[in-house]
Antibody
Framework: QVQLRESGPGLVKPSETVSLTCTVS????????WNWIRQSPGRGLEWIGS???????NYNPSLRSRVTISVDTSKNHFSLNLNSVTTADTAVYYC?????????WGQGTLVAVSS | DIVMTQSPDSLAVSLGERATINCKSS????????????LAWYQQKPGQPPKLLIY???TRQSGVPDRFSGSGSGADFTLTISSLQAEDVAVYYC?????????FGRGTKLEIK
């Protein structure tokens, strides 16, 4: 059974870039779409974007100017970079697999934006 | 963006009774070429990620108990729990994957009466 695990800094300063990695185990990254979703009390669940194993990415227009999602099939992981963060980006960030719904999720990692 | 509106915001149901959660999309999410509704339901318990319950509006994910069922088409959908168990206390979300950006409802909190 595929397992996903997010990693990255828990605290980021405003205007900086947050970089998160999702490591996939128990299954291949090839052949699937991989997603980043965040959850906060104010915004609820928000889809950030996805990347196909080939590297083609698709972003939420609301974040497109600040987001890059990439995949490294050799390391079986994919990554999220979100730049110019503000306190509004404070959330639990999840990685998840799927195009036909999201069938496997990581446990999530809290990213707090604070000076 | 497609807006997903869930109702009610919260719901209290007695053990063994039926629970019904509604979800309405701001536009049709039935793809005519394959006659599939691009709608999923998730369950989220405290401190855990969402768990996929239902996709294609009515197909149960492997391992999901058959007391969970999904129905509806077009823009109106329902998640039904036929006989509420204590472990079903959670927040339930609907999500459309008809078009990006994928969007979620705000959630329905289900409690025991």
């Amino acid at each position: 059974q595929v397992q996903l695990r997010e990693s990255g800094p828990g605290l980021v300063k405003p205007s900086e870039t947050v970089s998160l990695t999702c490591t996939v185990s128990g299954g291949a990254i090839s052949g699937h779409y991989w997603n980043w979703i965040r959850q906060s009390p104010g915004r609820g669940l928000e889809w950030i974007g996805s990347v196909y194993y080939s590297g083609h990415a698709n972003y939420n227009p609301s974040l497109r100017s600040r987001v890059t999602i990439s995949v490294d099939t050799s390391k079986n992981h994919f990554s999220l970079n979100l730049n110019s963060v503000t306190t509004a980006d404070t959330a639990v960030y999840y990685c998840a697999r799927g195009e036909i719904a999201l069938d496997s999720w990581g446990q999530g990692t809290l990213v707090a934006v604070s000076s | 963006d497609i807006v997903m509106t869930q109702s009610p915001d919260s719901l209290a149901v007695s053990l063994g009774e039926r629970a019904t959660i509604n979800c309405k999309s701001s536009q049709n999410i039935l793809y005519s070429s394959n006659n599939k509704n691009y709608l999923a339901w998730y369950q989220q318990k405290p401190g855990q990620p969402p768990k996929l319950l239902i996709y294609w509006a009515s197909t149960r994910q492997s391992g999901v108990p058959d007391r969970f069922s999904g129905s509806g088409s077009g823009a109106d959908f329902t998640l039904t729990i036929s006989s509420l168990q204590a472990e079903d206390v959670a927040v339930y979300y609907c999500q459309q994957y008809y078009t990006t950006p994928y969007t979620f409802g705000r959630g329905t909190k289900l409690e025991i009466k």
